[in-house]
């Protein structure tokens, strides 16, 4: 097992490498010269000769990136040319509320998902499953933003049940930061449930044929049991792969959703640095959120063990 | 158990003749619901000059922020007088939203259809030669493997903030992320596929590779791209409604589903209509080639339709 742990994380090593090396290479493929960007409008050539040194811009190449490369592994992410900060200051300032949203998303995703692909499964064919595969297509197809503002329309503005936008920090208070929460996550969840559904569903129905379905029943176990706990306990694997994979989904999804939202998170610098086209803090989010699913997808790996013992590493 | 009466009466049983392919894609709901909608888009986008429009782009600082079926008068140079009903009111600018959306179609539709197509020979091209080639299977792998694990999304808004803002750069934004999951899919196949006798057998023959890729092996790889394409093409056209939508795509000149509804945005709470027409289209969209997809995949590629 723990010899398996670790062959997994050196096969994601190379993966993490060829990640940084296209981010490298994009803030050198783009057109004008960090230095002078720094410098800023009023210095001569020479100061911007000095920051080019000192920011190694003067090295070949191979030299830059294992300069860069080094600095980011002792968590130094160079300094964001718009908001004037480290970029390591504003990820961190910016974390709380992304965190937040990912959780609460993924547990709504899954409270809501798990049961009605069950469902689905169990009354496969009926009226049931075809209003959940039906809302399953309707959920790839609704952009994030579509579903947000049609939510802020009914619950906060028509029925005014929620505040419109914006985010409270947890620690100023937990109604608020909750009551902000709910609409965010309740739109970010919908494409996720829609993908979550569908696999269980699938997965569930795979082993609905097995024999040991057919004992649980026959042994008069309760329908609830053998469908939770025979059924979706041998469905798992895929399930929890597809949630694994769809963290590709979610983060896409923050992004929108924080701007629609208006939630101060990383969703939200990213689209702010792209638009003040402010390098370093691009390139740190797109590393970190990498970082953050390649990590996730080997820890889904890794649970495998936990759903299906007769996996052996 | 009951025997059918054809048999006993010994004559063969008269069965209607068995579709052919075309026949059974007509029969599946999804695909007609699809294809009709998709249908209706295109001749939409084509026709759009000739649907009661007016040049999209054309700003009206005196009537700004009206709200569906609202009249003006315009009065020509000779003096007659004409009204033009803005159908789905006007935005922040005064540009007619109804004009807008219509002419949103042509863009969302062209880079659905531009983004699939490219990605998938972009695709296809190095997914047969990695598959064939072992040596170049590993480095090529590797490197699809890496720009798999940014999010694509991610990917695309990084892509974008490197060119300047346009159709092109969305284009391109859009397939980068798109084309490893092609090269996948294709490579999976080929591996398969050269296994098979009749591949082996063409080797025997003498069949030169080129030629052995193109005749035996590519023709194996169609059914699951045309599905595979439908797919890109709907996250292709909800991708750059995404990137338009929070300011990074096209230029906000260009009438667009996501510029409208990024145009909209500021003024929602008093005027939703400015999010809520270009968003029912773009959903309707996206959903008709979503359920196009789902059909052929059960038609065309049983095997992938078991996987999800």
């Avoid at chain 1, 200051?89 to 992304?98: D, G």
């Avoid at chain 1, 689905?120 to 009226?127: I, V």
């Avoid at chain 2, 986008?45 to 007016?54: D, E, R, S, Y």
């Amino acid at each position: 097992m723990l010899g398996y742990i670790l062959r997994r994380l050196l096969a994601t090593l190379p993966v993490m490498l060829i990640v940084a090396v296209f981010v490298f290479l994009m803030l050198r493929l783009t057109p004008g010269d960090p230095a002078a960007v720094i410098a800023g409008d009023n210095a001569n050539s020479e100061q911007v000769a000095a920051i080019r040194n000192s920011l190694g811009l003067d090295q070949p190449i191979f030299t830059q990136f294992f300069i860069w490369f080094g600095n980011i592994l002792r968590g130094d992410f160079g300094e964001s040319y718009f908001f004037k900060k480290t970029v390591a200051e504003l990820i961190t300032s910016r974390l709380e509320p992304t965190l937040a949203l990912s959780l609460a998303t993924i547990v709504i995703a899954v409270a809501v998902a798990v049961p009605l692909g069950v469902l689905a499964a169990y009354r496969q064919g009926t009226l049931i499953d075809k209003i959940v595969m039906g809302f399953s297509v309707l959920g790839f197809s609704v952009p994030v933003f579509v579903i947000g503002y049609s939510l802020i329309y009914l619950f906060a503005i028509k029925l005014n049940w929620l505040p419109v936008q914006g985010y409270q920090r947890i620690g100023d208070g937990f109604g608020g930061f909750l009551q902000r929460l709910i609409l965010p996550s309740v739109t970010l969840s919908v494409i996720y449930i829609a993908l979550i559904a569908r696999m269980t569903r699938t997965s569930v129905l795979d082993v609905m044929g097995e024999d040991y379905i057919r004992t649980a029943r026959a042994k008069g176990q309760v329908e609830v049991k053998v469908l939770f706990k025979h059924a979706l306990k041998n469905a798992a694997v895929p399930i929890v792969t597809v949630i694994g994979l769809g963290v590709a989904l979610l983060i896409g999804g923050v992004v929108v959703t924080e701007s629609v939202f208006t939630i101060p998170g990383l969703g939200r610098l990213t689209v702010d640095a792209v638009l003040a086209r402010d390098y370093p803090t691009i390139q740190a989010v797109i590393l970190l959120f990498s970082f953050v699913y390649v990590l996730i997808n080997l820890l889904v790996d890794l649970a495998y063990t936990l759903f299906d013992p007769r996996i052996r590493y | 158990m009951s025997v059918e009466p054809a048999l006993l009466a010994g004559e063969p049983a008269a069965r209607p003749p068995k579709p052919g392919l075309p026949g059974r894609l007509a029969r599946d709901g999804g695909i007609i619901f699809g294809a009709l909608i998709i249908l209706f888009m295109i001749v939409i986008g084509i026709t759009a000059p000739w649907l009661g429009t007016k040049n999209p782009s054309e700003i009206n600082p005196s009537f700004r922020n009206r709200v569906p079926g609202i009249e003006q008068t315009i009065r020509n140079d000779d003096g007659t007088a004409r009204t033009f009903t803005y159908r789905m009111g006007t935005d922040s600018l005064g540009r007619d939203i109804y004009s807008r959306v219509i002419y949103g179609a042509r863009v969302s539709l062209i880079i659905g259809i531009t983004v699939a197509v490219i990605s998938i020979a972009i695709g296809l091209f190095i997914g047969l030669i990695a598959g064939y080639l072992r040596w170049v299977d590993a480095v090529v792998m590797r490197l699809m493997d890496g720009l798999m694990a940014i999010p694509a999304i991610l990917l695309a808004i990084a892509l974008v903030s490197l060119f300047r803002a346009g159709v092109m750069s969305v284009i391109v934004a859009i397939i980068v992320p798109e084309v490893p999951r092609v090269v996948r899919l294709v490579r999976s196949i080929v591996l398969s596929v050269r296994e098979e006798p009749y591949v082996e057998a063409a080797i025997c023959a003498g069949t030169p590779t080129h030629l052995l890729l193109f005749r035996h092996v590519l023709p194996n790889t169609i059914p699951a791209l045309i599905v595979q394409g439908t797919f890109i093409c709907a996250n292709a056209i909800l991708l750059e409604a995404i990137l338009s939508f929070l300011g990074i795509g096209i230029p906000p000149e260009t009438p667009t589903w996501g510029n409208i509804m990024a145009e909209g945005r500021g003024l929602f709470r008093i005027y939703p209509h400015n999010i809520f027409f270009p968003g029912i289209c773009l959903a309707l969209t996206v959903l008709a080639v979503n359920v196009l997809g789902d059909g052929l995949r059960d038609k065309l590629d049983p095997k992938l339709a078991r996987r999800v």
